[in-house]
C-alpha cells in the first residue's frame, strides 16, 4: 500500500470544521483523509501539544500531515514545535480555496501539498 498524506484542519472555533463540509458538498469528494480538530485558544501550547500531537500520529498514514491552521495569531511556538518534532507541516490562513485544493493533493508530496494550498488560497484572495 502506498503511503498517504492525511490532513489536520486546526482551528480554535468549530470553522474548520463548517469550513470542510461546505467545501465536501460541494465537490462531494476530497480524494485525501481530512479530520478537523478545535483547541482552546486561551489554553497554553503545552496543554494543547500532546492532544494535536496525538491526534497527528494517529491520522498520519506515512506520508505526513498537511496541518490547515486558521491563524497563527498565538501559538506560533506550538506550530513550529509540530513542524519540528513531527512529519507535518502547518500553514496558516485558512481559506475555502485552500480546503478545496485539497482534492489536488492526492498524489504529491507533503511539501507540495503545502505549496499547493497556499498558492490556492492566495489566489483566492480578492478585493471587489
Do not use: W
Amino acid at each position: 500500500m502506498m503511503n498517504t498524506l492525511s490532513v489536520l484542519i486546526l482551528t480554535r472555533s468549530m470553522a474548520g470544521t463548517e469550513m470542510l463540509s461546505v467545501v465536501r458538498q460541494r465537490l462531494e469528494t476530497l480524494n485525501i483523509d481530512c479530520h478537523t480538530l478545535t483547541f482552546n485558544p486561551e489554553a497554553s501550547a503545552d496543554t494543547v501539544y500532546p492532544h494535536i500531537s496525538g491526534r497527528i500520529n494517529h491520522i498520519d498514514k506515512g506520508a505526513g500531515v498537511l496541518v490547515l491552521i486558521d491563524s497563527d495569531a498565538t501559538h506560533q511556538a506550538l506550530f513550529k514545535k509540530l513542524s519540528d518534532e513531527l512529519n507535518v507541516i502547518c500553514v496558516t490562513g485558512l481559506n475555502d480555496a485552500m480546503i478545496a485544493a485539497i482534492k489536488e493533493c492526492d498524489k504529491l508530496t507533503l511539501p507540495q501539498a503545502a505549496e499547493r494550498v497556499i498558492q490556492a488560497g492566495l489566489a483566492a484572495i480578492k478585493k471587489y
